[in-house]
C-alpha cells in the first residue's frame, strides 16, 4: 500500500514517525495528488466518458462511502467546476434536483455531468441511479442545461449511463 492509503493513525504505528512528521507526510500525499490532478485538469476532453473516469478513478474507487460529484462544463464542454453534491452512506446517497440546477445557474454551466462511485466496486446502476438521471434530464431539458452523461465509477471500472443509452 502507498503511504496516500495510509491515514495519520496508521503514519504514527510506523517507527520513527510521530504527530507531525504524520501530518507532514499527509498534507504533501494530498499536496502531490491536486498538483497532479491540476495539471490534466486543461488536458481532459469532457466529451469522453473514458478519460473523465479515467482522471477521477483513482480519488473516487477508494471512498467508502457513496458520492454525488457534479461537473460544470462550458458551452464547449470545457471544465468550469466540480462539486460534490451528496455524501452518503456505504450504498445510497441524496442528489437534490434542486441544489443541482442552483449551482449549475451560479457557476454559469451549460452542460452537466453527475459522477458517483459505488463503494462496493461494481458500477452496475442501480433503479435509483437510473430514476436519478431521468429526473436530471428531464429538469435539465426544461432549464436548458441538458445532462449529458452519468457516469458511475468501480472499482478500476466504469459505466458510462450515455454510452448505455440512458442518457
Known sequence: IGLKYL?????LSITGIGRVKSIQVSC???LTKRLSRQSRIDRIS?????????????ELRNLE??????ILLDGKSRFLHRLIISSGTVNASLASTREIFISALKYGAVNI???HNH???????????LLVTERMQEAGNILGIPLIDHIIIGEN????????GYV
Open 157 to 164: 471500472q466504469y459505466i458510462s449511463l450515455k454510452e448505455r
Open 113 to 115: 455531468i453527475l459522477m
Open 7 to 11: 491515514t495519520r493513525k496508521e503514519l
Open 119 to 129: 463503494p462496493s466496486g461494481d458500477p452496475s446502476p442501480s433503479k435509483e441511479d
Open 28 to 30: 504533501l500525499c494530498e
Open 46 to 58: 469532457f466529451l469522453s466518458p473514458q478519460q473523465i473516469a479515467d482522471y477521477y478513478m483513482e
Open 65 to 70: 462511502r457513496e458520492h454525488i460529484f457534479l
